[in-house]
Each structure stands twice: as C-alpha cells, then as structure tokens.
C-alpha cells in the first residue's frame, strides 16, 4: 500500500521575535481547521502549541490567526515559529551573530518558494531600553540582513509590543 502525506498550496509564515512569538502565553491552542501545520526540525506536523522551533512550552496565537486565515482564503496555513523569549531586539541584529540565524534557517527551510511574510511581536524586553530611532535602526538591520543573501523582499509585519506595568494592588 502506498501512503501520500498530505500536501498543500498555500501561505507560509515566519515568526519571530520575543515571548508573544514564543510559546509563552498561559494556554496552548489547538487550530480547529486541519489545514493549519507548523514546522520544527522534524518537519511539517499539525499546528498545535506549543509550536515546535520556538523556546517555550505554553501557548501562542498562531493556532488561532491559522484558523482565521484558512477560513478566510480557503487555503492551508503554515507557521514557522522561530521566537526566543525575553529577547531584546539587539540580539536579533545580523552583526550580533545571535538570534539572527532562526530567522535565516527559516528562511532556508521555506525554499524555493518562500514565506508570505515574516512576523514579528517583540518590544516588552526593550521597555525603557533605546530610544524609537535607536530601535528602529537595530529593526531595520535585522530586516535588511533576512533579505541579503538571497535578495528576495519578503514583507515584513511588525508589532512593537509595550510593556505596560500593572498598578499597586489596592490595599
């Protein structure tokens, strides 16, 4: 007996970035739709948190973005999760040498056809770090250098995230 795993055409996203990317939110979420799949160094599985190259355990909104999107446009929906907790956006940076080789091998990993984008939540851990020209520079670096050495532009989708502490509990 022949057995053809499943096989689909449709969009591909990379994430990365910090916790929000990561698997670090309080509940795990399972897609409701077959079509939505994440990948990890075992290749293409059922998208389920936690998502597999990314640092945490918990859950994240890829399952749930997965599902609109499949349901929106009909078609399957990939995720290549690549976030690192607690990361500032320094250590994402090319000339760093850090982080910026998971953005680089997910981008390896979706060839020859590519991501239809690459997200990024990221902003907590620079709270009261560099000023907006300084983050929008190390942004720009990291942008720039996914695009080097292959020349493609995929587009990026960026949501600054801010940190906000909670008020003194009330007494």
């Not at 640092?55 to 078609?75: E, H, I, K, M, Q």
């Amino acid at each position: 007996i022949l057995t053809v795993e499943p096989v689909g055409v449709g969009e591909v996203f990379i994430v990365a970035g910090q916790s929000n990317s990561a698997n670090h939110g309080d509940y795990p979420l399972i897609p409701t739709d077959p079509r939505v799949s994440t990948w990890g160094s075992n290749g293409w599985r059922f998208g389920h948190d936690p998502q597999p190259a990314a640092t945490g355990s918990g859950g994240s909104p890829w399952p749930a973005l997965g599902d609109l999107r499949a349901n929106r446009y009909d078609v399957p929906i990939g995720f290549l999760s690549v976030g690192y907790g607690g990361t500032k956006v320094d250590r994402w940076v090319p000339a760093e040498n850090d982080l910026f080789p998971r953005i680089t091998n997910a981008l390896d990993a979706v060839q020859p056809s590519g991501a239809r984008a690459i997200l990024w939540p990221q902003g907590e851990s620079n709270a009261g770090g560099p000023t907006t020209d300084e983050y929008a520079e190390m942004m720009a670096a990291v942008v720039l250098g996914s695009r080097a050495p292959t020349g493609v532009v995929t587009p990026w989708l960026l949501a600054r995230v801010g940190f906000t502490p909670s008020p003194a509990p009330a007494k």
